[in-house]
């Protein structure tokens, strides 16, 4: 007993020793990452200071730019998935804020097309198009603000969390010698800055993300041809890359200081969705699905994300799923909505109809889940590679794949799952300019047909555009008896509303 007690002070002498000689040690010398983050934030202050000081871009902070923006549809939006992305034409874009409040919209002509709002008072965020109005994740709100990234708004959140800034040394890039500097932004991303050793300024921003389709890719912003606005100096052309790919580049116009700010743009609209604050980390949480039997063992999910509606079928204890939005927590949401209406029951089998990310996003959900992707021969390689693709960033909820634990089935032109009042006719319906090879699901017994982008209907008939015109060609070939269309985007419209859509936009192109 005597030693036990004796041991006891000794070692608390001993570690009091050691705590002494650790904090003497750490006196002469700065812990690395002090010296890192003051590293880190000189330089942002001097290139603060090579863009106009802070004051200048203070101003700046409720300026509205007026942007030209040419978009591309993102990584996996060509005709083929291997397609490379190709930039649209010219469209207006007007920005305000920095920080934690922005206003972001989109115009089509002078017609307002996207109005996207950041901010007012508790954190969250909400978008108004198409139609819809519903917060969205933190995700989707940096996938917007970054194609409309100003160099100085990047500068000034910087700043504001210059308590997270560390240097990571320097890089040589092209002849040029060039300063590197990490922080944490205030929506939670790792963003890396490279700065031009010789001017200070900012060249590059860039961040890793998950990309619901190809996993862990680093998203950047390249900023060039630096002009003087206000006393402050600032990129007006930006170049937007997912990975190697550029998908935006954007042009300033014209930069208006303006400090009167309508808070009425700020009031979060009633019928707005709840969603995640803005700086909440992704969740496992399901959202509650409305669920409408269409007839019996024939279901659609009217929401299953923002904006993109889905269906699925009952074959005993096996389901088909009809489309694969947006993310795999979308899939997660479908599943357990499923399997709440339909105890027992388990997704067999999932139907992307097309390769497009916000159609195909959800595949990793089902094959982490281990349901079978059935898809056209064309998309085999791609689901693998959705598969295969490094997910390190943010929840995963499924231990990384390879192409050989993926269960895919493929088919050319035609497939059909059951028979009688269940059965349900997958048609490919390519090749369309929207892209190569696209499904429907026909369902003989209710006249009913799921498509998607091709057609979306928002209550009122408009003209239909060259892609639905390739459409409605393609349906007159395959004659199938026609009552209701569901599309994936949108309301439920009849076989009348949908030719009258037809018939005006064959007049328009005569």
Known sequence: MRSQHFLKPVTSLALGALITS???????????????????????????????????????????????????????????????????????????????????????????????????????????????????????????????????????????????????????????????????????????????????????????????????????????????????????????????????????RSVRVDTTVDEALFEKPEDATDGPAVTAPATTTSRTLEIEELADGIFLIPNAANGYNAMFVQYGDDVLVLETPQTPQTSHDVIHAIRDRLPGSDVRWAVPTHHHFDHSGGLYGYIGHGTTIVTTEGNEQFVRDVAAAPRSIGQVDHAMRDDADVKIETFVSRRTFGDGARRVELIDVGPNPHVDEILVAYIPSIKTLLVADLYSFQGTVTPANANLLAFADRLEELDLDIETFIPVHGQRATAEQFWESIKLGREQQN
């Open 22 to 252: 650790v904090a003497g040690s750490l006196s002469a010398q700065e812990l690395p990452s002090i010296t890192a983050q003051r590293e880190g934030q000189r330089v942002v202050a001097r290139a603060v200071e090579a863009a106009g000081g802070r004051a200048a871009l203070q101003q700046l902070r409720w300026g509205k730019f007026e942007l030209e923006s040419q978009l591309g549809g993102g990584l996996g939006q060509g005709l083929r998935p291997e397609s490379e992305v190709t930039l649209g034409a010219a469209s207006r874009v007007t920005v305000r804020g920095a920080g934690s409040r922005t206003i972001y919209r989109t115009f089509n002509g002078d017609s307002l097309n996207f109005h996207y709002v950041r901010g007012g008072g508790e954190d969250w965020v909400h978008f108004a198009g198409n139609n819809t109005v519903a917060t969205v994740d933190p995700l989707a709100a940096a996938a917007l603000l970054d194609r409309a990234t100003v160099s100085g708004s990047v500068l000034l959140d910087a700043i504001d969390r210059s308590e997270t800034l560390r240097s990571l040394g320097t890089y040589e890039h092209g002849g040029v010698t060039l300063d590197v500097v990490t922080y944490s932004d205030m929506m939670g991303r790792q963003r890396t800055l490279y700065f031009d050793q010789d001017s200070g300024e900012l060249i590059r921003v860039e961040s890793l993300a998950n990309h619901a389709q190809f996993g862990d890719i680093t998203t950047s912003v390249l900023f060039t041809e630096y002009e003087e606005v206000e006393g402050a100096r600032v990129a007006h052309t930006m170049l937007l890359r997912q990975g190697s790919v550029i998908t935006a580049k954007t042009t300033v």
